[in-house]
């Protein structure tokens, strides 16, 4: 099949006519139900939330439809983390995935980052093929869960007196 029409947008830029800025949740969502066991359970605002918070946001369309998508965190320099890297699962097989992962990586906000992290269950060799090693010596995670009673604290900054 032909996909020279798809179009891959980054929502920073704004609309140029082509490309739907920024990304749709109602079919972000949408897509997520179909072609992402991780991602079912989150809410409208909660996507919108991790949204306004990530750059790059890439996503991938046909025409209206929203075909893919994917988002990372970063310093720009050191560290960054790709997350939900998704697409249709109709759409698949055809190299789309690749490509947004390398619209992901080539952004500006991520093009020299010293290390890029991402999380994934059961696709591995894909991300192999694009670069990505295992690494196991150096991930770690915390579940917080405010309802175990994990003290949450304001801090409070207070400006220092000069002297």
């Not at 965190?73 to 490509?99: C, E, F, N, Q």
Request: aromatic content about 10%.
């Amino acid at each position: 099949m032909d996909y020279s029409h798809i179009q891959f947008c980054d929502s920073s830029i704004a609309a140029d006519g082509h490309c739907q800025s920024p990304v749709d949740i109602h079919q972000l969502h949408d897509l997520f139900q179909v072609a992402a066991f991780w991602a079912q359970d989150r809410s409208l605002e909660d996507l919108q939330l991790a949204i306004a918070n990530s750059k790059p946001v890439i996503s991938v369309w046909d025409g209206e439809k929203l075909i893919g998508f994917a988002r990372a965190t970063s310093d720009g320099v050191y560290r960054a983390t790709i997350w939900d890297v998704v697409i249709h699962p109709d759409y698949r097989g055809a190299g789309l995935g690749r490509k947004l992962v390398e619209s992901v990586l080539s952004h500006p906000h991520m093009n020299r980052v010293e290390r890029v992290y991402l999380m994934t269950t059961h696709q591995q060799s894909f991300y192999e093929r694009i670069g990505f090693e295992c690494n196991s010596s150096t991930t770690m995670v915390l579940h917080n869960q405010p309802k175990l009673g994990f003290p949450t604290q304001e801090i409070q900054l207070q400006e220092l007196p000069r002297g």
